[in-house]
C-alpha cells in the first residue's frame, strides 16, 4: 500500500544530482533502478555507466561550460548520459529525435551547443552532417563512441575550444513547443529538477516495489522528471523507446508496471483502442499526468480501474504544482507545499476566470530566465509570480480549476471561446479520433470557429452530426461553424496536438452554419 509521509520539501538549492545516484549506489548498489528489454539495471550499474561515460565524454572535451545536444530514444544509456552531463556540469540541451531542417537548425544555433550526441546513422546526425557540409564544406567529426549506435560529435562549424560562457545557475535547457513563436529555451536549474521528481512523487504515492512505466521521452521535462524518481524512492522504471498503442498494454503486462504517466491524448487514445484483457490484467494502480478531463477520468476509471491523479504546471514552474488525487469536482487540485497559486481577475470571488500565477515558497523552484530572451523574462513575471499564460479559477474550496490557454482563446460574437472546453466535448463524440479547434476569419465580426478532426472512419464522418451532437454540451456560440477532416493530427512528443501545425484553410471544410428555414 501508499505511504502517506510529510512531503520531503525541496529546500536545499545546492543539488547535486550525480552526487546523488554516486551516493546511492554506495548505500544500496543491489537496489533495482530500471529495467528495459532484456536488460535489468541496478543502482550500481548505472553508476558504472555513468562513470564510463563520464571518461568518453571528457576525452570528446565535454567539460564545465560546454554545452551538449543529446538525441537518442528512451534507454538506460540515455539516463547515464543524462548523469554523466550533470557530473561534468556540462549544459544538457535535450533534442526531439525527430527534428530536422530549420527547426533543428535554431535549436542548435540558439543553445550554442558545442556536442552533439546522437545515435551515429540517425536522422538528427545525419540532417546535422549534411547542414554543415552545405555551409562550411565539411562534416561531423565522431569524437568518441558511447556504443555502437550512439556516437558524440563535435560541429565542424565551431572551432574546438570554441566553447561559449557558462549560463548561470543552468543545468538544462529544455525547449518550448514553439506555438506561439520561435522556441525559446527555459533554463532549468539541478534544484528544479528536483523538486520535479519530489512533485511527482507526491502525486503518485509510491510504495517500495513500485514500477513507473517510462514512455514519455526523456528530451521532455515529463520524461526527465520520472527518471529521477528512483533516487527519492524505492520504485523503479520500466523503460520502453515510445509510446505505442499497440504495444501499450503488453508492456505494461511484462513490466509489471503500477503507475502510468499520461500527458497529451494519451487516455484518450487509450480509450480509443479495442478492449484486451491485458488491460485489466495488470498492476496498475494509478494513472498521473495532466490533461484528463473529469470525463475522461470516469472513463477510465469503468474501464481501466486505475486512480486518476491529475496535475497542473509546466516546465518553468519545476513542473508539478498542483494535485488532484482522484476528486471528482477538484479540478487539477490544489498547491503542494512549496507553491503559491494565484488568478489575476478583476474579480477575486471564488470562480472568477483569469490567469493562472504560481509563486514558490522557497528560492529557486522557478526558471531563472530564458535563454537570451530578457523580453520573454519580463513578460513571465509580475514581481515574485510567474505568469503562466493559462487560464482557470479558484473554487471556493481553494482547488483550482484549468480552462485553456490564455492564447488559444477564440473571440466569436463578442463572446470567448474556450479551445479547450469545445475539444473536450467534441473528443467524446465516438467518430473523432482527436481534435482540435482553431480562429478563422467571419465573414462579419471576430472570428468562426474551425474544427479539424481525424477519424477511425473518415469517409463516414457526418460534420454536421457531430456538431449537432455537440450542440448538447455547447453553448450556442461555442459551436463550430466549419468541420474538416484531415488524414492525420500534427502531434507533439508528449502528444498533444501541435497547433501551429494545423492547416487553417477551410478547403474541404464543412459549413455548419444554422440553416435559415
Not at 565524454?57 to 545536444?69: F, H, N, S, W, Y
Not at 535535450?94 to 537548425?105: D, E, F, I, R, Y
Not at 516546465?315 to 489575476?344: K, M, Q, Y
Amino acid at each position: 500500500m501508499p505511504v502517506h509521509r510529510t512531503p520531503s520539501v525541496p529546500t536545499d538549492l545546492d543539488v547535486d544530482l550525480a552526487q546523488d545516484l554516486a551516493g546511492l549506489a554506495a548505500r544500496e548498489p543491489h537496489r533495482m533502478y530500471a529495467r528495459e528489454r532484456g536488460r535489468s539495471v541496478t543502482v550500481g550499474d548505472l553508476d558504472a555507466e555513468v562513470d564510463r561515460v563520464v571518461s568518453v565524454l571528457a576525452e570528446a572535451g565535454v567539460g564545465p561550460g560546454t554545452r551538449v545536444a543529446v538525441s537518442l530514444p528512451n534507454s538506460a544509456l540515455h539516463i547515464a548520459v543524462v548523469f554523466a552531463l550533470m557530473r561534468h556540469r556540462a549544459l544538457w540541451v535535450p533534442l526531439n529525435t525527430k527534428l530536422k531542417g530549420a527547426p533543428l537548425a535554431h535549436l542548435l544555433d540558439d543553445s550554442g551547443a558545442t556536442h552533439l550526441i546522437a545515435e551515429r546513422d540517425g536522422s538528427i546526425a545525419q540532417a546535422v552532417d549534411a547542414q554543415l557540409r552545405a555551409e562550411h564544406g565539411c562534416g561531423l567529426d565522431v569524437l568518441a563512441s558511447l556504443s555502437k549506435d550512439a556516437g558524440v560529435v563535435l560541429s565542424r562549424g565551431r572551432e574546438v575550444g570554441d566553447v561559449p560562457d557558462p549560463i548561470p545557475d543552468t543545468a538544462l535547457l529544455m525547449y518550448t513547443s514553439g506555438t506561439t513563436g520561435p522556441p525559446k529555451g527555459v533554463r532549468v536549474t539541478q534544484a528544479m529538477l528536483r523538486a520535479a521528481a519530489l512533485g511527482a512523487v507526491e502525486v503518485t504515492d509510491v510504495a517500495v516495489g513500485d514500477v513507473l512505466y517510462l514512455w514519455e521521452p526523456i528530451f521532455h521535462i515529463g520524461g526527465a522528471q520520472v527518471l529521477l524518481i528512483p533516487l527519492y524512492t524505492r520504485a523503479s522504471l520500466a523503460i520502453t523507446e515510445r509510446f505505442s498503442a499497440s504495444r501499450f498494454w503488453t508492456e505494461v503486462h511484462q513490466f509489471d508496471v503500477t503507475h502510468i504517466h499520461y500527458l497529451g491524448g494519451i487516455l484518450q487514445i487509450l480509450l480509443q483502442c479495442p478492449e484486451t484483457d491485458l488491460e485489466r490484467d495488470n498492476r496498475v494502480r494509478v494513472a498521473w499526468g495532466a490533461g484528463a478531463t473529469p470525463a475522461v477520468r470516469e472513463a477510465c476509471a469503468k474501464r481501466f480501474g486505475f486512480a486518476l491523479h491529475e496535475t497542473y504546471g509546466m516546465t518553468e514552474t519545476s513542473s508539478i504544482v498542483t494535485v488532484n488525487r482522484g476528486v471528482a469536482d477538484h479540478g487539477v487540485g490544489s498547491p503542494l507545499p512549496w507553491f503559491d497559486v494565484r488568478i489575476a481577475a478583476d474579480d477575486d470571488e471564488p470562480g472568477a476566470v483569469g490567469e493562472i500565477l504560481v509563486r514558490g515558497h522557497i528560492p529557486g523552484l522557478l526558471t531563472p530566465g530564458y535563454l537570451g530572451r530578457p523580453e520573454a523574462d519580463a513578460a513571465a513575471r509580475d514581481g515574485d509570480w510567474f505568469r503562466t499564460g493559462d487560464n482557470g479559477y479558484l473554487d471556493e474550496t481553494g482547488h483550482l480549476h484549468f480552462v485553456g490557454r490564455a492564447s488559444d482563446s477564440i473571440r466569436v460574437r463578442g463572446e470567448n471561446v474556450s479551445a479547450w472546453q469545445v475539444e473536450d466535448v467534441v473528443a467524446r463524440h465516438p467518430d473523432v479520433d482527436r481534435c482540435a479547434v482553431v480562429g478563422v476569419p467571419s465573414d462579419v465580426g471576430e472570428s468562426d470557429i474551425l474544427l479539424l478532426i481525424t477519424s477511425p472512419r473518415p469517409q463516414m464522418v457526418d460534420a454536421r452530426a457531430v456538431v449537432e451532437w455537440a450542440s448538447d454540451h455547447l453553448a450556442p456560440f461555442q459551436l463550430p461553424r466549419y468541420v474538416r477532416v484531415i488524414d492525420e493530427m500534427p502531434l507533439t512528443p508528449s502528444q498533444r496536438v501541435a497547433k501551429h501545425e494545423l492547416p487553417r484553410g477551410l478547403q474541404n471544410a464543412i459549413d455548419c452554419a444554422p440553416r435559415p428555414i
